[in-house]
């Protein structure tokens, strides 16, 4: 597959870079996809420009008047779902099977959601005096810049456009080097039915369009999914200027498993956890599996036996389970995680592992590392690859002890019968999101967000979206005149 060159939008129309062009790489085997612009300071501005200058008509628009637009959104993309879909597999390496057509459906149905939300931006009168009428309203922040990394770039752009849209804000938008095109052909279709400058969007790299777009003074509110590091450089730039942020950022996700959960259905729910389907490359990968002692054994069989069964091969195949990893920095990276992992005294390496011989493409199987201390690098750091670390429990306030034990604190899973139990557990455990007897992934509606350093605000909700992009304005009306 070849995508050829892709221009920026800007303004309602295409536009390049005076930098040139950045080579898109598919992981699938390492030909160019095609090439997009490297933007910067000077596309960035005019990017920023264009939304500013769209603002005041698109905010007027009636809150009816942008569910319509979005709704109708929804309706053209439909059609080109699977198209969509193949191009994200080939730019990022998801398995089309597994993955990216859902993420790809995922669009209508966000789109659809938040049309149907948009005339939920209510405020409040606040019964304060007889004299006086007190009400609050909620209004659009003006320009929001979003950055989404390369992962699952279609749901997390859908999941910052419609919102922010529907609450009458504009946009520009910087995707991920590694994973343009499908966002791009998205933007295509959206761009039908705004007006010029509700929805721009800018490629390039993070440190030239992503700073450019942090540090912009007419940027006036930040939305944000990436790593924890590139966050707090996020947030760095936004306090120079007071700018909210909304970030979601990484994690190192916790899967409890109980001696009351030793069957299959529950293993299913593990490997689903943890993301294998996407390469275990997902902020939410429940990569820490804590299994008690008295079935560890027995549930690691069953685990590895599934895993087993994994196809690992092209994404683009319909009989493939899990495709490649994004590049060849995160292949190395997540190697040289396993070796280390692997090699500590008293680990077993019971899946998985390095590759004798790299094939065309960045391939990894499956890896499972078990007898793993809770202290070593392996157990405490993002991996972002097919990675999980298995650790032995006997006690509950110890499991919950070593759970809690992160800096991070998005997701986490509990399995057992014993609801109450399994209750008790994720009222304990410190996460934004936790799930009990099930490993999917995030539905609309459902306020998704992390504690501790993996980020601030929540998405995929009502809640979410008046949170992260409207402003509370109070109004005093005096009654005695």
Known sequence: MTVGDQEMIVNGVGAQAVAGWIDVESPRDGSILGRVPRAGEVEVDDAVRAAAAAFPRWR?????????????????????????????SAENGNALRTQTRGEAAFIVDAFRYFAGLAQEAKGETIPIRPDALDYSLRQPIGVVGAIVPWNAPLMLSAIKIAPALAMGNTMVLKVAEDAPFAVLKLA??????????????????????GEALTSHPGVGKLSFTGSTAVGRRVMEKASERLV????????????????????DWVVSGVVSGMRFFRQGQSCTAGSRLFVHADIFESFTAKLVEQLSAFVVGDPLDEKTDMGTIVNRAQFEKVCDYIREGAAQPGARLLAGGVPDERADGYYLTPTVIADVEPSWRVAREEIFGPVV????????DEVVAMANDSHYGLAAFVWSKDLGKALRTAHRIEAGWVQVNQGGGQFLGQSYGGTKTSG??????????????TERKHISV???Q
């Not at 295509?188 to 369009?209: D, M, S």
């Open 244 to 263: 909210p942020v909304s970030l979601e950022l990484g994690g190192k996700s916790p899967q409890v498993v109980f001696p009351d959960a030793d069957e």
């Open 456 to 469: 601030l605000g929540r998405e995929f909700s009502l809640e979410g979206m008046l949170e992260s992009y």
């Open 389 to 396: 670390c298995v650790i032995p429990w006997t006690d509950e």
């Open 478 to 480: 005096s009654l005695s």
């Open 60 to 88: 007027e628009k009636s809150a009816r008047q942008r569910g319509d637009l979005l709704r109708q959104i929804a309706d053209a993309v439909a059609p080109h779902v699977e198209e969509i879909a193949r191009l994200s």
């Open 188 to 209: 295509r279709i959206c761009q039908e039915f705004l007006p010029p400058g509700v929805l721009n969007v800018v490629t390039g790299y993070g440190k030239e369009a």
